[in-house]
């Protein structure tokens, strides 16, 4: 089969597998009586804790909302893993990024949940969500780097896989380089960000992916940009991506004064602080 051959049916395997997997992924009700945002608050890189609902200001489309809830209770994590192993990824960088991936596994409780999805051309799930910790370990392990690079089709199965109910969805996003075989479109997949509760962060070499559709699919999502050095860089980023996860608060507000329907824009804010705050650019809530 030529390459191209073998993209278009990874192509057709991707969209029938994450438009499956989307019926049922983590999205916003059509009714929404509450609203539940993941907020990291940083003051010059440093988390800013002890925060209460009253000093957060949360507008929804402009309209000043009461916020019920915030916490930072340690909810089991859903960590999802999508992995780049084109043909550059190999040797040293390889052994890199599986220990990278091997690492951060360690760092998992026994209630956090795991799955591992790797792309080159052709997109492959070694591991849907689990508890057992140690078959995602497996999966990585029998990774062979090959082929060219399909990130946004990856990127739209791997939103796939969160856990509709219970826990909190990270998606750790890594690639080397720029996407040469991907089908969809970036604007097709950042819209079905819009629709998903999946935050994702983005890891890439510096100098050798062209970076902005893991901008704008991070800030869309809450998440961020990791930029490393060299893959040597990768096991420090994953574990301080995982850190910073569980750091954030959980914000709760019932919509009050807005539509009940379409996009919801969000601005969130610490009242009297000049802090970095980072969540989602907002919701969006379908028409019945």
Not at 96 to 114: K, N, V
Not at 151 to 175: C, H, K, Q, W
Request: negative net charge; proline residues 2%.
């Amino acid at each position: 089969m030529t390459v191209h051959g073998a993209a278009a049916g990874a192509a057709i395997l991707v969209m029938g597998f994450a438009d499956a997997a989307l019926a049922q992924a983590p999205a916003f009700s059509s009714r929404v009586e509450a609203v539940r945002v993941d907020v990291l608050v940083t003051d010059r890189g440093q988390v800013v804790q002890g925060l209460q609902p009253g000093d957060f200001e949360v507008r929804d489309n402009g309209v000043v909302q009461d916020v019920d809830f915030v916490s930072l209770q340690q909810l089991p994590l859903n960590v999802i893993l999508a992995l780049d192993v084109s043909a550059s990824v190999s040797g040293e960088r390889l052994m890199h990024l599986q220990g990278a991936g091997l690492a951060l596994l360690e760092r998992l409780t026994g209630s956090d949940r795991a799955a591992l999805l790797t792309f080159s051309h052709v997109v492959g799930l070694r591991e849907e969500l689990t508890l057992d910790i140690d078959r995602v370990r497996e999966a990585l392990g029998f990774v062979i780097p090959k082929g060219e690079t399909a990130l946004v089709d990856a990127t739209y199965a791997a939103m796939a896989l969160g856990a509709p109910e219970g826990g909190r969805n990270l998606l750790i996003l890594f690639s080397d380089g720029v996407d040469t075989a991907s089908w969809l479109t970036p604007d097709s997949v950042l819209a079905s960000a819009r629709r998903s509760d999946v935050v994702v962060y983005g890891v890439a070499v510096r100098g050798r992916t062209g970076s902005k559709f893991l901008r704008d699919l991070s800030e869309l999502t809450g998440g961020g940009v990791f930029e490393v050095e060299s893959t040597r860089d990768l096991s420090e980023t994953f574990l301080r991506i995982l850190d910073l996860f569980r750091q954030r608060y959980i914000l709760s507000f019932s919509p009050r004064g807005v539509s009940s329907s379409g996009w919801h824009r969000l601005e969130i804010r610490i009242k009297g602080r000049r802090v970095t705050v980072n969540a989602r650019a907002g919701y969006e809530v379908s028409r019945d």
